[in-house]
């Protein structure tokens, strides 16, 4: 049973392009979190999804930042117009249900040039 | 201030001993989690503790919960050296989407 996926792994961008970022959550599990882990520090949410719905995106910037989870295939977060300040690692985790153990992937570093 | 956070900061000892880390929170809570990162790394969980539950264990690691202090504590017993790493609570702050919100970590390195 695969844990939870993300990639890429690291992402480079320049500033203003766009990052893209995938998440896969384990088997059977339909609620996807996100977060994000600026160095030296703990990680702080951004958003929660269920399969077509966003249920809360209280911790995402109100621009720029975007996220989606289609009927099929991955969770996407998506920032456009990237700047140096959102350099960090963006974690996704998956849980079975809302109140359950959530399992992190593995986490993409995004490096803003 | 953070929901949750972790007392000490950092903490260093020698493999064979105890380790115990401490969380507080504001909160009223569903549920309480316990992780590890390994730098550079992503989280591993390691138990989650339910806001009527009071003590958990598994393997090594043994959690208590105290909401009436609004805290909780992570003991590992006999560290070993692969112990080494950082150590987070996370929260739902009583929220009814499960977000967590996470201190900002206990590191602890344990010596050979």
């Not at chain 2, 739902?92 to 602890?108: E, H, M, V």
Request: hydrophobic share 30%.
């Amino acid at each position: 049973n695969a844990g939870v996926m993300q990639n890429p792994r690291h992402l480079v961008r320049r500033r203003g392009q766009e990052a893209r970022l995938r998440c896969s959550p384990m088997k059977g599990h339909s609620h996807v979190y996100w977060y994000r882990q600026l160095p030296e520090e703990g990680l702080k949410f951004m958003v929660y999804l269920q399969k077509e719905n966003i249920i809360d995106e209280s911790g995402m910037p109100k621009e720029r930042f975007s996220a989606e989870f289609p009927k099929e295939g991955p969770s996407i977060l998506r920032i456009q117009q990237v700047v140096r300040g959102d350099s960090a690692a963006y974690f996704c985790a998956s849980s079975p249900e809302t109140w359950s153990e959530q399992f992190f992937g593995p986490g993409t570093r995004l490096t803003v040039l | 201030s953070q929901q949750g956070e972790e007392d000490p900061q950092a903490l260093s000892i020698q493999e064979g001993e105890n380790a115990t880390m401490n969380c507080s929170y504001k909160t009223s809570i569903n549920n309480l989690q316990w992780y590890r990162q390994n730098s550079g790394r992503g989280l591993v969980h390691l138990i989650l503790i339910r806001s009527n539950e009071r003590e958990k264990h598994s393997g090594r690691l043994r959690v208590t919960l105290d909401t009436s202090k609004k805290s909780s504590s992570l003991l590992i017993t006999a560290s070993r050296a692969a112990d080494t790493a950082s150590y987070f609570c996370a929260t739902d702050a009583g929220s009814n989407t499960g977000k967590l919100i996470f201190g900002q970590g206990t590191t602890l390195q344990v010596k050979p």
